[in-house]
Structure formats: structure tokens, C-alpha cells
């Protein structure tokens, strides 16, 4: 299970967004069905922000949706964000990940 989300800061809590969701990103590391998690600033728009996560399982996916340092976030969502965040789940068809990739994560 993967999840896509968009998230469109006002620049002025840039910073304050991306601290945030270092720290999310340190928790995700400890969800057992959290396979990956990245945090990715679009090249032509810098305050765009996408979050791309895979997880095991759509319990995994739900498990860290609910969780508390993710609803803590996006408490703050409605301050930070100059829009609604886009979220799309997504399953997998095909494609791979190279091993060497692996080693420098």
C-alpha cells in the first residue's frame, strides 16, 4: 500500500512543516508496518511538499494515519497549508527498487 500526499505550505511555515514532519518521519521509523516514508520538495515549487509512504498492509496505512504525532500535524494543517492536503492511496502494478538503493537509505 503506498500514499501520495500534496501538501502546499504558506512560505512563511515552510520551516515549520518540515520540522514537523522530520519529527514524523523519526516516529514512522518505529511503526513496524512502515516499510518507507519521504519527505520530497518539488524542484520548480518549493513550497510544495510531497510525502510519499509504503507501507505492509492497509492496517499498517491506517495504524499510522491515526496515529498521534500524525493527528498532532495535521492539527496544525489548517494554519501551515494554503490549501487542502491531496492524498491518494495507491496499490502497486509493477516496478522495482534497486538493491543498492537499499544500502545509501
Do not use: C, W
Not at 516499510?35 to 520548480?44: H, I, K, R
Not at 501551515?80 to 492511496?89: D, H, I, K
Amino acid at each position: 500500500m503506498y500514499l501520495l500526499a500534496t501538501l502546499d505550505v504558506h512560505p512563511q511555515f515552510r520551516r515549520d512543516l518540515l520540522a514537523g514532519l522530520d519529527q514524523l518521519v523519526a516516529f514512522s521509523r518505529t511503526e513496524p508496518g512502515t516499510l518507507q516514508y519521504e519527505v520530497l520538495s518539488d524542484l520548480e515549487n518549493e513550497n510544495r511538499i510531497i510525502v510519499f509512504e509504503r507501507y505492509a498492509d492497509a492496517q499498517a496505512m491506517q495504524a499510522h494515519l491515526e496515529s498521534a504525532p500524525l493527528q498532532a500535524l495535521v492539527a496544525k494543517f489548517g494554519t501551515y497549508l494554503s490549501a487542502p492536503p491531496e492524498l491518494v492511496r495507491m496499490t502497486r502494478h509493477e516496478g522495482f527498487l534497486r538493491e543498492e538503493l537499499l544500502q545509501t537509505a
